[in-house]
């Protein structure tokens, strides 16, 4: 059974920094591509970020571009989510899935993706 176990999330100040953490049991992380959303409350989940197999496709959603970085350490089969320059808006609860494909192709879309974490907590204030 693939599951996903999200930890790192936190209360910080804005122009602080996080990182998230999606570590795996039961199979191993880099025969799949991972993605992160958050969900904020009141609104739809969205796509954060998304890594492919190997690396070679990753993404961002716009209000990431620039202070998120996605990796992934396949030695600790585990994918990281470092966030910089945090903003009031990133506040949400963030979570890992695979992606099935290994391409990231439909980053955007929870829909494609499966085996959800529990999530982690982001508070963003000061």
């Known amino acids: 059974q693939l599951q996903l176990v999200e930890s790192g999330g936190g209360l910080v100040q804005p122009g602080g920094s996080l990182r998230l953490s999606c570590a795996a049991s039961g199979f191993t992380l880099d025969a799949y591509g991972i993605g992160w959303f958050r969900q904020a409350p009141g609104k739809d989940r969205e796509g954060v970020s998304c890594?492919?197999?190997?690396?070679?496709?990753?993404n961002y959603a716009d209000s990431a571009k620039g202070r998120f970085t996605i990796s992934r350490d396949n030695a600790k089969n585990t994918v990281y989510l470092q966030m910089n320059s945090l903003k009031p808006e990133d506040t949400g609860v963030y979570y890992c899935?695979?992606?099935?494909?290994?391409?990231?192709?439909?980053?955007?879309?929870?829909?494609?993706?499966?085996?959800w974490g529990q999530g982690t907590q982001v508070t963003v204030s000061s």
């Open positions: 899935a695979v992606d099935d494909t290994g391409s990231c192709y439909r980053a955007r879309y929870p829909s494609a993706f499966r085996s």
């Open positions: 890594i492919s197999i190997g690396g070679g496709n990753i």
